[in-house]
């Protein structure tokens, strides 16, 4: 065949297939025209030749065929018959192009190819080969429009089965020839599961950072062109600037990784990826972390505003404020980015405050945990806390609803439900537990804040009580009363029928010791 490269002018071409022994056999290429002298060029011994293209007619009917010589061999290829200018073939797609395999279906982005006077839509074939398959597989090509600077397009064909491909595509225009075959596309296995991935989360350290100790299973063990990505995303703090750092790609090999994060809550995500694109995500929550040190230096509230302030332990580039009711979804706090300077104080204002709500107020002012926080970045350590507070608001009181167990004669299990209170982090301190018999003095004990019973022991039996459990709380005086009755049993039966015995042996022994006495003072 011969054509004219469609991007040029002047570029001509033609090629054959090989007619003789490889090496040992001369092509010449013979050119007649409609209304010129025949031509006739000596190519050699490759089967493919680009034509000067100021000895060509390239507007006249041309024939051209190809003669073979090797030995005293003569063979000569069938007449073509064409107009140079008008035989155009685009070039072959290139075999580097953005491509996604999802599904067993193959998305690719093919450029558009440059043909001058050609403005329709081409045309395209694909054909795969698949490992330990025995050839080539031709599939029909769905094309989408492309974007606005219409210069991709998008492809797509239906694979099957998931595995490992080779891939080549051809094109042409509605007036134009096919292109040759382009080169092999690889096209890898599809990614179809995420990683298992293990997790360590330490303590959040005095300077306001922890470490998180990221471990999980490699996924196409066999293959070594999977990367894997992890996504940290901080809800409460996205600096927009700063969200592109939160972003590390790790190598085929690496089966672990440390993040070095604040005590704020964070969103970890893991992917494997390959040339045929990502995998599932593995999605990690790291909840907010406490540490009573971490303190604002002041913290006031006004009705419906609150007023922070805090002091940076070392200088930064950027800060980020938060204010969360931890009952509901993460709000994005103030980011502020602007370098400081260590020990400088700052002062931050929110909106709707911790504060407890009246009691006239509307019932859906529900009780709620609030939590503010201060967290500093720089570009050598990245974000660490710097202030944390938090703030249980309710009306509600600080007795706490017991359940009396029955127990012995002298000791009792008391039991309640964790206060809610108990899941705001330095809101309680502990419980406070008092009881008294009537006529006694009022005996204290405590629990611990995570407690939900406590054993009241050294009771009397069979007597009446009056028992309080009470919560204590940051801001609390720490009182106790007493409102919840109970009675302690009585001894058990053994004992119960053992002293009316003894009371009965004493009488029975008495008597005749009375009567002896009374019969000799008689006889005297």
């Known amino acids: 065949s011969c054509w004219k490269k469609c991007n040029s002018l002047r570029l001509f071409y033609c090629s054959w297939s090989p007619l003789g022994p490889a090496g040992n056999t001369s092509y010449f290429l013979n050119l007649c025209y409609e209304k010129h002298v025949c031509q006739q060029f000596e190519v050699g011994s490759t089967t493919n030749y680009s034509l000067p293209y100021r000895k060509l007619h390239i507007f006249s009917n041309t024939v051209a065929w190809v003669e073979a010589r090797w030995g005293n061999h003569i063979h000569r290829t069938p007449n073509i018959t064409f107009v140079f200018n008008n035989a155009n073939k685009p070039d072959p797609p290139p075999s580097r192009m953005p491509f996604t395999k999802t599904g067993g279906r193959l998305r690719l982005r093919v450029p558009r190819p440059r043909c001058h006077g050609m403005d329709q839509p081409p045309q395209r074939e694909a054909r795969f080969w698949r490992a330990g398959d025995s050839g080539w597989t031709e599939v029909k090509m769905l094309f989408a429009e492309p974007g606005q600077s219409g210069a991709l397009w998008e492809l797509t064909c239906g694979l099957g089965a998931n595995g490992t491909f080779v891939v080549q595509l051809r094109q042409k225009y509605q007036t134009s020839y096919w292109s040759d075959w382009s080169s092999n596309i690889s096209i890898p296995e599809e990614i179809l599961e995420s990683p298992v991935l293990s997790h360590r989360?330490?303590?959040?350290?005095?300077?306001?950072?922890?470490?998180?100790?990221?471990?999980?299973?490699?996924?196409?063990?066999?293959?070594?062109?999977?990367?894997?990505?992890?996504?940290?995303?901080?809800?409460?703090?996205?600096?927009?600037?700063?969200?592109?750092?939160?972003?590390?790609?790790?190598?085929?090999?690496?089966?672990?990784?440390?993040?070095?994060?604040?005590?704020?809550?964070?969103?970890?995500?893991?992917?494997?990826?390959?040339?045929?694109?990502?995998?599932?995500?593995?999605?990690?929550?790291?909840?907010?972390?406490?540490?009573?040190?971490?303190?604002?230096?002041?913290?006031?509230?006004?009705?419906?505003?609150?007023?922070?302030?805090?002091?940076?332990?070392?200088?930064?580039?950027?800060?980020?404020?938060?204010?969360?009711?931890?009952?509901?979804?993460?709000?994005?706090?103030?980011?502020?980015?602007?370098?400081?300077?260590?020990?400088?104080?700052?002062?931050?204002?929110?909106?709707?405050?911790?504060?407890?709500?009246?009691?006239?107020s509307e019932p859906g002012e529900a009780p709620a945990c609030h939590r503010l926080a201060v967290h500093g970045w720089d570009a050598e350590r990245g974000w660490a806390t710097f202030a944390l507070w938090h703030h249980y608001?309710?009306?509600?009181?600080?007795?706490?609803?017991?359940?009396?167990?029955?127990?012995?004669?002298?000791?009792?299990?008391?039991?309640?439900?964790?206060?809610?209170?108990?899941?705001?982090?330095?809101?309680?301190?502990?419980?406070?537990?008092?009881?008294?018999?009537?006529?006694?003095?009022?005996?204290?004990?405590?629990?611990?804040?995570?407690?939900?019973?406590?054993?009241?022991?050294?009771?009397?039996?069979?007597?009446?009580?009056?028992?309080?459990?009470?919560?204590?709380?940051?801001?609390?005086?720490?009182?106790?009363?007493?409102?919840?009755?109970f009675q302690t049993k009585a001894l058990g039966l053994q004992g119960a029928l053992w002293r009316p015995d003894l009371k009965y042996l004493s009488l029975s022994l008495g008597v005749p010791a009375i009567a002896a006495i009374y019969h000799m003072t008689k006889k005297r």
């Open 393 to 485: 608001t309710s009306n509600d009181s600080l007795a706490v609803p017991i359940n009396i167990g029955t127990g012995d004669a002298d000791a009792v299990v008391l039991r309640w439900k964790p206060s809610p209170r108990a899941a705001c982090p330095g809101t309680l301190a502990k419980y406070l537990i008092c009881h008294t018999a009537k006529g006694d003095n009022m005996t204290y004990g405590e629990a611990d804040a995570t407690a939900s019973n406590y054993t009241l022991q050294n009771l009397q039996p069979a007597t009446a009580y009056r028992v309080g459990v009470w919560e204590v709380t940051e801001d609390s005086e720490g009182t106790c009363s007493a409102w919840w009755h």
């Open 201 to 360: 989360l330490g303590k959040l350290g005095r300077d306001g950072q922890r470490v998180l100790r990221l471990s999980w299973q490699p996924v196409l063990k066999e293959q070594k062109d999977v990367n894997y990505t992890l996504h940290v995303h901080m809800p409460a703090c996205s600096c927009a600037e700063l969200d592109e750092e939160d972003v590390v790609v790790l190598g085929w090999e690496v089966r672990e990784h440390n993040l070095t994060l604040s005590g704020a809550e964070y969103e970890v995500v893991l992917r494997a990826v390959n040339a045929a694109g990502p995998g599932p995500a593995r999605r990690l929550r790291v909840p907010a972390a406490q540490r009573a040190d971490l303190a604002f230096k002041d913290i006031s509230v006004a009705g419906s505003a609150v007023t922070a302030q805090w002091e940076a332990p070392i200088p930064g580039d950027a800060y980020c404020f938060e204010q969360q009711v931890l009952t509901k979804a993460p709000k994005r706090g103030v980011c502020v980015q602007e370098e400081f300077p260590a020990k400088s104080i700052h002062v931050q204002k929110g909106k709707g405050a911790p504060q407890a709500p009246d009691p006239g």
